[in-house]
């Protein structure tokens, strides 16, 4: 499996805004994932996307993916506390062990 | 249900020392998968088992490493004579289906074990 590399390496936001975390990868897909990483819940699968679908929701999260692009992104509406957390795209080209990059360090202040 | 548990939940050891870790996945599950994640970094796959097959150790860093999992259910990870760069959190994961497969198999992920060597 490839490594997807996430962008910003960091973010700060306020409880309330909206965030948003872009993903990059280099080679073709069968499907990509988004997964939560944070002290309380450990490493958890957020939404899966795959290679013919360009948009996906589920609750404040919505994955787009840009095959043309390589990229995808992740936007978590109306911040909460609870959604500080590392986040991580993984990339499923076939033989599904996955390959994280560094993520996204989000932190939500109150 | 239950999910999957690791123990120890923390580890600390002697340079030289060898430690186990143990992976209880989830009941049922065909793969079973172990990462190694360092400070700052995301999880490194070290290896994958298909019920007690292992079909990959590719990520294995070294031969000090040894996994198994002998009757398909429970896996051991064994680190031989640890070193202060084994010092991290080994995850364990198990999925329902087998990878390799074309279909979505969502990985479950234990607590893991942050193992300290000094």
């Known amino acids: 499996s490839q490594q997807g590399e996430e962008d910003p390496q960091a973010l700060s936001i306020q409880e309330g805004e909206n965030a948003t975390m872009n993903c990059s990868y280099k080679?073709?897909?069968?499907?990509l994932q988004w997964y939560r990483q944070n002290s309380g819940r450990g490493l958890v699968h957020l939404i899966l996307?795959?290679?013919?679908?360009r948009e996906k929701h589920s609750g404040r999260l919505r994955v787009t993916l840009d095959t043309s692009k390589k990229s995808s992104s992740l936007l978590i509406t109306a911040s909460r506390a609870a959604d500080t957390a590392s986040y991580f795209c993984?990339?499923?080209?076939?033989?599904?062990?996955?390959?994280f990059g560094k993520g996204t360090m989000l932190l939500v202040s109150p | 249900g239950a999910g999957v548990s690791q123990s120890p939940r923390y580890k600390v050891a002697k340079r030289g020392q060898d430690v186990a870790l143990r992976c209880d996945p989830i009941?049922?599950?065909?793969?079973l998968f172990w990462y190694q994640q360092a400070l700052g970094q995301g999880p490194e796959f070290l290896t994958y088992?298909?019920?007690?097959?292992?079909?990959?150790k590719s990520g294995l860093p070294s031969d000090r490493f040894f996994a198994e999992r002998p009757e398909g259910s429970v896996s051991t990870l064994k680190i031989q004579r640890t070193q202060q760069e084994d010092s991290a959190v080994y995850l364990c994961?198990?999925?329902?289906?087998?990878?390799?497969?074309?279909?979505?198999?969502?990985?479950?992920f234990g607590p893991g074990t942050r193992l300290t060597v000094l």
């Open positions: 994961a198990s999925s329902r289906g087998l990878a390799g497969t074309r279909g979505y198999n969502e990985q479950f």
């Open positions: 080679t073709s897909i069968n499907n």
């Open positions: 996307i795959r290679s013919n679908e």
């Open positions: 993984v990339m499923n080209s076939g033989y599904s062990t996955l390959t």
């Open positions: 009941s049922g599950h065909v793969s």
């Open positions: 088992f298909q019920n007690e097959a292992q079909l990959d």
